[in-house]
Nanobody
Framework: QVQLVESGGGLVQAGGSLRLSCAAS????????MGWYRQAPGKQRDLVAAFTGTGSTNYADSVKGRFTISRDSAKNTVYLQMNSLKPEDTAVYYC??????????????WGKGTLVTVSS
């Protein structure tokens, strides 16, 4: 019913920048929360940055000051601007959203992920 499509991943050198995008589509009534998670090889999937239900933002300590989450509510799209990238930022980045659909059912949706590789 809802699809999340990420884009913008790729290979970048340490110190470089990338901008990820995640667009939500489908039978959307409202998007309650939306944000980014990442999973490095052999590790669990962790929060990177997200908008909460009140519109505030949460960031992982490891990305504060380097990453910025933003959104275009009219386009149901969230962005992640990643600056000063480090090799330890290498991971698959996933978009997640809690969406209420037109039948008033709310649930979490995940994108398929986009790979970010930071070379040293």
């Amino acid at each position: 019913q809802v699809q999340l499509v990420e884009s913008g991943g790729g290979l970048v050198q340490a110190g470089g920048s990338l901008r990820l995008s995640c667009a939500a589509s489908g039978n959307i009534l409202s998007i309650i929360t939306m944000g980014w998670y990442r999973q490095a090889p052999g590790k669990q999937r962790d929060l990177v940055a997200a908008f909460t239900g009140t519109g505030s933002t949460n960031y992982a300590d490891s990305v504060k000051g380097r990453f910025t989450i933003s959104r275009d509510s009219a386009k149901n799209t969230v962005y992640l601007q990643m600056n000063s990238l480090k090799p330890e930022d290498t991971a698959v980045y996933y978009c997640k959203a809690y969406v209420r659909t037109i039948d008033y059912v709310g649930m979490d949706y995940w994108g398929k992920g986009t790979l970010v590789t930071v070379s040293s």
